[in-house]
């Protein structure tokens, strides 16, 4: 059995080759449009305003210590990167959240092969809108007071340095919280219950954020994989709260 940690790029892995199939592809086309859309708008922004951002967070350091901006700059250059990468990331799952959750429906049916959910329609899928957008609130409710200190953290001298690693290690977080709370939520669970239970298998929410989130920052690939990262999550999802229950059957 792989360790809990290494567990995360087997359900990525699995939920790629899941979207591929004939029988989901249909429920991946959409949210793939708006990635897409989302994607190169972004990009666009990005080309024109990159070299701005990274001058703006760089440090103003004496001359003498000037030799350190060869350092530095790589390092904030990095800070952009993840800072433009998450903006992406929030603002396509935010828009594409109830087809993703329509997604993870599907996915799981697949995977369980029983179909315990209402058949599909666009009357279903509209009423799906208010409660998956309330439930990306929520996310965002708890990303941005963090997002915003680590920000705020990124123009302090010297404590800056920190920031990009600290970025990476909440955005591997966010990865796992944004993606397996799609099959939490359509069984329901509430969102504290999610994170506690997200806490109790902490490295393999860890290693699924992981390779989630380097999958992601590749360019062009990071569009076809956001719906394989809901895929994987559902994956993740049902074969992690299935090994629960049978500890408490037995």
Not at 17 to 43: D, E, K, Q, Y
Not at 130 to 137: G, K, N
Not at 189 to 213: C, D, H, I, P, T
């Amino acid at each position: 059995m792989p360790a809990p940690v290494l567990s995360g790029p087997q359900y990525l892995r699995e939920g790629l080759r899941l979207v591929l199939t004939p029988s989901l592809r249909l429920f991946v086309l959409l949210p793939l449009a708006i990635n897409l859309v989302l994607f190169v708008g972004l990009i666009y922004l990005a080309s024109h305003q990159f070299s701005l951002w990274v001058d703006t967070l760089m440090p103003s350091l004496p001359e003498w210590l000037s030799f350190l901006n060869y350092v530095l700059w790589p390092l904030f250059v990095v800070l952009v990167v993840l800072m433009v990468f998450f903006t992406f990331t929030m603002l396509a799952n935010v828009i594409a959240a109830p087809f993703n959750g329509f997604l993870a429906e599907k996915v799981e049916v697949v995977v369980r092969g029983t179909d315990d959910f209402p058949a599909f329609s666009w009357g279903e899928l509209i009423a799906m809108v208010p409660r998956t957008f309330a439930r990306e609130l929520r996310k965002l409710g708890y990303f941005l007071p963090r997002a915003i200190g680590l920000f705020i953290l990124s123009f302090i001298p010297v404590v800056n340095i920190i920031a990009a690693p600290l970025w990476l290690l909440f955005g591997v977080w966010m990865m796992a919280i944004q993606y397996i709370d799609y099959p939490a939520d359509n069984h329901k669970l509430g969102w504290n219950e999610m994170l506690a239970w997200l806490r109790q298998k902490r490295w393999q929410s860890l290693g699924f954020g992981g390779s989630v989130y380097l999958v992601l920052l590749i360019p062009v690939v990071n569009i076809l994989m956001m719906p394989a990262a809901v895929a994987g999550a559902t994956l993740f999802w049902v074969r992690e709260r299935g090994a629960e229950n049978l500890v408490v059957q037995r």
